[in-house]
């Protein structure tokens, strides 16, 4: 009997750790509660650094997928048992596997803005987040603001639901740094002749090539870093939303007004996740992304055999990141099922 595998979520990891699991004469079951796969990089109207449209990334991981690659659509996973030597695993809408192993590529959720309800996301308009911007940059239309004005200032607020714990999130999450330089460049490509701001704690340009990005939204389109934390927004009369930031570096208050303000969101454990990893008996899920048996050397393996992690339900990723760590897990399994 050939060994079956089912991947839970068709993401980017889930799509890629399918792939090299079949070209390893594995059969597979890719499982996504969505209609079509791809995971978040569907929203993604451009990813950085080299600005490769999120379609077509998804194209090219896509492509040549092979045939033992079975994928099961509209099911939302819900259930997992392990019985003996295998798993069941069941979703909402009544279907029901077994397979010799499963791999979680769940992802993330963004976190939602309205939670830090002083930066005025759901309340004013013209205060959206980073994933709102992706829309609107693909649409192709130019920028306007929720008023239909140009806005002449725009603000990008960094670390929006990370690094923070009034919002029980600790972790950083990584992408919303190169994120933000990312759309700042877009956003001054629109519209040169606007003022463009990023408020950060730290920046941290981790990947190659994107501290060369930082540097050149600073010299070519002179976007200004300012470190300091946006205590609350307010809305003038005009729609205008009029930021309140301790610029940090100077000790000073500021009062900034600006057409455009965009809440960089960060990524958050998906709840699902964290539920299912509960029915499997997964202790190891500190802060509701799943942690794997060792970080270093165990990096795609959980505490139990046959289960094993890909992507960014283990914690935030870049795709690039995302997609090797999906390529180790496959191999991770077929060390497993002894291929
Ligand atoms: C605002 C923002 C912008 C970003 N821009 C970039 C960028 O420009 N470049 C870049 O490299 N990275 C970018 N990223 C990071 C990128 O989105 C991630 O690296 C990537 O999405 C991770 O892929 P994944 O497959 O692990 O997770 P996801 O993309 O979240 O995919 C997970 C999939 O699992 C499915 N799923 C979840 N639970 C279940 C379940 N129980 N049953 C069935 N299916 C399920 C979901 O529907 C989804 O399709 C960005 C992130 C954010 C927040
Ligand atoms: S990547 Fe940057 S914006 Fe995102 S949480 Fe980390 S420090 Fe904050």
């Known amino acids: 009997m050939p060994k079956h595998v089912i991947v839970i979520g068709a993401g980017p990891a889930g799509l890629e750790t399918s792939a090299n699991l ?16 791809g995971g978040h990089v ?10 490769l449209p999120g379609t077509e990334a998804l194209d090219a991981i896509r492509k040549g997928m092979p045939e033992n690659v079975r994928v099961q659509n509209k099911t939302t996973v819900t259930g997992i048992e392990a019985v003996n030597n295998y798993f069941t695993v069941s979703g909402h809408n009544g279907w029901q596997e077994k397979a010799d192993a499963i791999v ?7 976190f939602d803005a309205r939670r830090k309800e002083e930066y005025g996301y759901g309340i004013y308009e013209n205060v959206i987040t980073s994933a709102d911007l992706e829309e609107m940059f693909a649409t192709g239309k130019s920028l306007v603001n929720r008023h239909g004005n140009k806005p002449e ?18 972790h950083c999450s ?7 330089v990312k759309q700042a460049i877009e956003v001054k490509q629109m519209l040169p002749e606007a003022e463009v701001f990023c408020f950060y704690m730290d920046l941290r340009m981790f990947g190659r090539h994107y ?3 930082y540097k050149e939204a600073q010299e070519k389109y002179n976007i200004q870093f300012i470190r300091g934390r946006l205590s609350e927004s307010a809305e003038d009369q005009d729609g205008n939303i009029v930021l309140k930031v301790e610029d940090t570096l100077l000790g000073k208050p500021l009062r900034i007004k600006a057409g455009l303000l965009v809440l960089m969101v960060g990524m958050e454990p998906l709840a699902g996740t964290k539920s299912l990893a509960d029915k499997l008996g997964l202790t190891k899920v500190p802060d509701g992304f799943i942690q794997p048996a060792d970080e270093v050397l165990q990096s795609n393996f959980t505490e139990l055999p046959g289960v094993f992690v ?3 339900c283990s914690g935030p990723k870049s795709v690039s990141d995302t997609l090797a760590d999906a390529r180790s897990a496959a191999l991770a399994v077929a060390g497993f099922l002894k291929l």
């Open 174 to 180: 990584k992408v919303c740094c190169i994120t933000a």
């Open 310 to 312: 890909a992507g960014a």
């Open 104 to 110: 979680f590529a769940t992802g993330f959720q963004l």
């Open 153 to 170: 200032r725009i603000g990008f607020v960094h670390c929006v639901g990370s690094r923070d714990e009034k919002v029980n999130n600790l």
């Open 22 to 37: 079949a070209k390893l004469g594995i059969a597979v079951t890719l499982v996504e509660k969505e209609e079509s796969t």
């Open 42 to 51: 569907k929203q993604w109207h451009a990813l950085f650094p080299a600005l």
């Open 211 to 213: 501290e060369e990005l």
